[in-house]
C-alpha cells in the first residue's frame, strides 16, 4: 500500500526541494518525474510482492516458538499465543474505513508513531520472539505476513476456529503511512481531536494512541453503559457491526490476560523486575477465564454468571472482579459494557450457549479484522486462502473479452455530438452539442475512488451506477449520462458497464486531441448495490489545501499525475449541476493546456455567491464573466511545488498531454489486479 503513498509522500518532497533550487533545468525534472511514474507502475500492481507463496513450514516454526521459553520475556501460562494474538489484532486494528488507512499490511507499529501508542506497550517482545524466524525467511516474508500469520496459529493452537490466510502483506520502510493516524500534524490538519478519548470519523479510534476505545471506560470513568456507544462508534469506523464487535472482543478476551502489576512500574525486583508476573502494559491486570490458553465460551459465560463489582486493581485502574471473591477473573469496563445494551446482551447469550455460531462468527470476523486493508481477493498470496469475502468485493468473471472494441469506439465516437434529450450537455465553439466532457467525468468520478491505501473503489464493478455513489454530490446527472450509454450498451451487452464508462471516456478524450490509451477490456459490473462495499465520500476537510493534499496520497497519485488530472476537460453544464458556477472552459471539445495558462495568467477572486468557486479578473480589475474556477483548482497555485508542475504544462502541451494520459491510463487501471 503504502509504498505507493509514500512514493506520492517523497515524491512531493522531491518536488518541493526543487522548487527550492535555481539551476535545475527542465530535463532533469523531467527525468525525475518520469522516474515516478515508472515507480507507480512498478508500484501498483501485486506483481511486486516477491515473497514467498507456501507458508507451512513458517506455520510450523511459529507452533514451536509460541511454547519456546524466552528469558527476556516469560510466555503468560507458558504460552506466547495471547501476546501474539494481541500482537496480530493492534497490527490489523488500526483499519478505518474513511478513507482505508490503517491495517497490517506495511507491520508499522514497528515504527513511530504506532510503536509508541499506549494500546502497543510491550508489544517489541513480540517481535523479539519472532526475529529468528524473522531471519530465516528473510525478505521472503514480510513482518507484516508474519504477524498476521503467529495471530492466526496462535489461535489455533490453543483450539480456536481460524478461516485462513491471505499472504502477500509488504513492509513499510519507516512509519510515514501512519502519520494520519496520529499523534502528527497531517493527523491535526486532517481531523483534529480536541477531546483526546472523544475522537471522531475520519479518525477510527475515539483516543489517539489506542486502537478503539478506553478499556477502563470513557475518559477514565468506569461507567459501563457509556462504554457502549464508544464501543459501538469505533467499531463501526472499522467497518464491524454488533456481532463481529461482540465476538471480536470476547473471542480476543478468550485467550491471555491483561497486565497491571503495579502502579509505579517497573516492579518486582532482580530477574523477574518488570516482566512475567511483574509486567504492566495497559495497567489493568489479570485473566478474563480460568483457562486462559484454551478456545472456549467460557469468557460469555463469565460475563452472565457473575455480579460484576467495580474495583481499583493492582495497577491502579478501574476494573470489575465477580462478587464472588474466590474466582480469580476480571473484566474491563468495556466487557461489563456487553451487558449494557440489548443487542450486545442477546450476542453474548447466544455465544455463551451456541458454540457452533460462536466459532463461525469468530473466525469470519477474524479474517475480515487481519484482511480487509489487503483489497480484493486476486491480491492474496499463500495456499490456505479462504473465498472471495463480502468485504472484498467479488465480482463476476469478466465477459467483455470477446467484444468489438473498435466498433463500440465508434458508437461512442458518434454519441458525442448527439442530439438528445435526455440531458443537457455543453455546447462547442459553434454552438453545436458536446458530450465529451460529460463522458470524461464519468470515468473519472468512476475510477477516481481508487485508494491505494486499503485498493478499495475504481471503477472496475462500475459501482457509480448504485447508492450511496450514485448520491454522491459530484455525481448528479451521472445517471442521465449512464442512459445517454445506454443505447451502445443495449448494442454491446456483453461489453461491461465498466468498461464502457473507461472507453467512453478514453474515446472523448482521444477525440479532443489527447493522446491515444491503451484499453484492456477486462472490468466486470458489480450485481448490485448491496453487493458492494463502496469506499466512503471524503467530504471532511477543512479546507480545499488539505482535500487536495490527502486525496492525492489516497488515491496514490504522484503531485504530476494529480495536476495533470486536474486538467482534464471540464464541463459547463456539469459544474452547473453540482451547484457551482460553471467551467473556464469555453470550448471542451478542444483538449489543450488553457487550464494551467488561465490559471497562470489570470487574477482569481473568490465568488461572493459561492466561497467554493473563484473568478477571473481582468488587469483592469473587471470580472471576466463565465471564466471560473474551483477552490481545489485554486491550491494548485497557492502550494508552490504544485504550482511549478502547473508553469510546466502551461508551458509545453506536448509534456502536458503525455502525463496527462499517463496518469489518466494508471488511474484507470489501478484497480485491476
Ligand atoms: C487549511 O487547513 C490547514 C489545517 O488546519 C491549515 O494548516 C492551512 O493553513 C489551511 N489552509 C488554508 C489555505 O486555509
Ligand atoms: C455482521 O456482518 C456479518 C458479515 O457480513 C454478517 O454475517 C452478520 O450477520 C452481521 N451481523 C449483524 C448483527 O448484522
Ligand atoms: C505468575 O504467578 C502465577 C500464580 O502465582 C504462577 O503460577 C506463575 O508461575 C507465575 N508466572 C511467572 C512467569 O512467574
Ligand atoms: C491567458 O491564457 C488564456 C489561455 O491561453 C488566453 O486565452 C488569454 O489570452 C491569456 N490572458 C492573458 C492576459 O495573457
Not at 484482511?371 to 491480491?379: A, K, N, Q
Not at 471516456?505 to 477486462?522: C, K, Q, S
Not at 448495490?529 to 493534499?549: F, K, M, P, Q
Not at 483592469?620 to 511549478?644: A, F, R, S, Y
Amino acid at each position: 500500500m503504502t509504498k505507493l503513498s509514500q512514493v506520492a509522500f517523497f515524491a512531493s518532497v522531491i518536488a518541493f526541494a526543487c522548487a527550492q533550487c535555481p539551476h535545475m533545468d527542465a530535463m532533469k525534472r523531467r527525468d525525475t518525474i518520469r522516474l515516478e511514474n515508472s515507480a507507480f507502475e512498478s508500484l501498483e500492481s501485486p506483481r511486486t510482492y516477491k515473497g514467498m507463496e507456501i507458508f507451512s513450514e513458517v506455520k510450523e516454526d511459529i507452533r514451536k516458538a509460541l511454547k519456546t521459553p524466552r528469558e527476556e520475556w516469560p510466555a503468560d501460562y507458558g504460552h506466547y499465543g495471547g501476546l501474539m494474538i494481541r500482537g496480530a489484532w493492534h497490527c490489523a486494528g488500526t483499519y478505518r474505513k474513511s478513507d482505508g488507512r490503517g491495517g497490517c499490511d506495511g507491520a508499522r507499529p514497528r515504527f513511530a508513531p504506532e510503536l509508541e501508542w499506549e494500546d502497543n506497550g510491550n508489544l517489541d517482545n513480540s517481535r523479539i520472539i519472532l526475529e529468528p524466524i524473522k531471519e530465516k525467511y528473510g525478505d521472503d516474508l514480510s513482518w507484516a505476513d508474519l504477524l498476521v500469520l503467529t495471530g492466526n496459529v496462535a489461535i489455533e493452537d490453543m483450539g480456536g476456529p481460524v478461516l485462513g490466510f491471505c499472504g502477500g502483506r509488504m513492509d513499510d520502510a519507516d512509519g510515514t503511512n501512519s502519520l494520519p493516524l496520529g499523534p502528527s500534524t497531517i493527523q491535526e490538519a486532517i481531523k483534529p481531536c480536541p477531546v483526546n478519548g472523544k475522537c471522531e470519523t475520519p479518525l477510527g479510534q475515539t483516543k489517539i494512541g489506542l486502537i478503539y476505545v478506553n478499556p477502563e471506560g470513557v475518559m477514565d470513568e468506569p461507567d459501563p453503559e457509556k462504554s457502549v456507544h464508544a464501543i459501538r462508534d469505533s467499531f463501526g469506523r472499522m467497518g464491524m457491526n454488533d456481532s463481529e464487535t461482540v465476538v471480536l472482543i470476547g473471542g480476543g478476551h478468550t485467550y491471555g490476560k491483561a497486565h497491571g502489576a503495579c502502579e509505579d512500574p517497573p516492579c518486582g525486583e532482580g530477574e523477574m523486575k518488570g516482566k512475567g508476573n511483574n509486567t504492566v502494559t495497559s495497567g489493568l491486570e489479570g485473566p478474563w477465564t480460568t483457562t486462559p490458553t484454551q478456545w472456549d465460551q467460557e469468557y460469555f459465560t463469565n460475563l452472565l454468571k457473575y455480579d460484576w463489582v467495580k474495583f481499583k486493581g493492582p495497577g491502579g485502574r478501574y476494573q470489575f472482579k465477580p462478587s464472588d471473591d474466590s474466582v480469580h477473573i476480571q473484566m474491563f469496563t468495556t466487557d461489563v459494557a456487553l451487558l449494557h445494551d440489548e443487542s450486545y446482551l442477546a450476542l453474548v447469550r447466544k455465544y455463551a450457549t451456541d458454540k457452533e455460531a460462536l466459532d463461525n462468527d469468530f473466525k469470519y470476523a477474524w479474517y475480515k479484522l487481519v484482511t480487509r486493508d489487503m483489497g480484493p481477493r486476486e491480491r492474496c498470496h499463500g495456499e490456505d486462502i479462504p473465498p472471495a469475502q463480502p468485504f472484498q468485493n467479488p465480482l463476476p468473471e469478466p465477459s467483455s473479452a470477446t467484444v468489438d472494441v473498435p466498433a463500440i469506439k465508434g458508437r461512442i465516437a458518434k454519441l458525442l455530438r448527439a442530439e438528445t434529450e435526455i440531458l443537457e450537455g455543453d455546447k462547442d465553439t459553434e454552438g453545436k452539442p458536446y458530450y465529451g466532457a460529460l463522458l470524461v467525468h464519468l470515468a473519472y468520478q468512476c475510477a477516481s475512488t481508487f485508494r491505494i491505501t486499503d485498493y478499495k473503489g475504481g471503477c472496475n464493478g462500475a459501482a457509480i451506477r448504485f447508492v450511496p455513489q450514485k448520491d454522491w454530490p459530484e455525481n448528479v446527472g451521472m445517471d442521465k449520462v449512464l442512459e445517454f450509454l445506454g443505447s451502445v450498451h443495449a448494442d454491446y451487452p456483453d461489453m461491461s458497464w465498466a468498461d464502457l464508462i473507461v472507453l467512453a471516456g478514453e474515446v472523448a478524450l482521444v477525440e479532443a486531441g489527447g493522446e491515444p490509451m491503451d484499453f484492456n477490456a477486462v472490468r466486470s459490473d458489480a450485481v448490485s448495490g448491496e453487493h458492494y462495499e463502496s469506499v466512503e465520500l471524503r467530504d471532511y476537510y477543512v479546507n480545499a489545501t488539505v482535500a487536495v493534499r490527502d486525496s492525492m496520497d489516497v488515491m496514490g497519485l504522484t503531485p504530476d499525475q494529480f495536476v495533470a488530472l486536474m486538467g482534464r476537460p471540464r464541463s459547463n453544464s456539469q459544474m452547473k449541476r453540482i451547484g457551482l458556477l460553471g467551467s473556464y472552459d469555453t470550448d471542451p471539445s478542444h483538449f489543450t493546456n488553457e487550464y494551467y495558462q488561465l490559471l497562470l495568467n489570470s487574477t482569481w477572486v473568490q465568488s461572493e455567491q459561492n466561497e467554493h468557486v473563484y473568478i477571473a479578473e481582468d488587469s483592469e480589475g473587471v470580472k471576466i464573466e463565465g471564466t471560473h474556477m474551483t477552490d481545489w483548482d485554486m491550491v494548485l497555485i497557492n502550494v508552490p511545488e504544485l504550482k511549478e508542475i502547473v508553469s510546466e504544462f502551461a508551458a509545453d502541451e506536448k509534456w502536458f498531454k503525455e502525463v496527462f494520459a499517463e496518469a489518466w491510463v494508471a488511474l484507470m487501471r489501478a484497480d485491476l489486479f
